[in-house]
């Protein structure tokens, strides 16, 4: 890993030379381009409240997305999060199995072959 601090190559959890430790680093920028005026946030904290509104609003759509820019390790860290998730409480549901054509064909002949067994029964024991 480089070191953000004194920017040398080292191996192992933190620099040797400056002593900085290794870790995630996460910021946020938010570019607001609003009519003629464009600002930069380092946070939605710092959203003005009269852009806020229309920030949550725009960011919650289909056209919003996160990016994630990392390192080797910085890409293993994130799968071993991922995998370290939750499972999601309602799992997805199955689709409900079709009867297919030909069994609904089958039965239907059946009910039918029954129902005229029980009506020979009925007629042939009155004549």
């Known amino acids: ?11 192992g959890r933190a620099c040797p030379r400056c002593g900085t430790v290794k870790g995630i680093v996460k910021t946020s920028t938010i570019l607001i381009s609003s009519g003629e005026k464009q600002n930069v946030y380092r946070s939605v904290e710092e959203v003005p409240d009269s852009l806020k509104q229309q920030l949550v609003r725009s960011t919650s759509g289909l056209n919003s997305a996160t990016i994630v820019i990392a390192d080797r390790e910085g890409r293993r860290e994130i799968a071993k999060a991922i995998r370290n998730l939750p499972a999601s409480e309602n799992p997805p549901e199955m689709p409900a199995k079709k009867i297919r054509p030909w069994l609904l064909h089958g039965i239907g002949v059946v009910l039918l072959f029954a129902a005229a067994v029980l009506i020979w029964f009925i007629f042939r024991r009155t004549s």
């Open 1 to 11: 890993m480089i070191c953000p601090h004194c920017h040398r190559k080292f191996e």
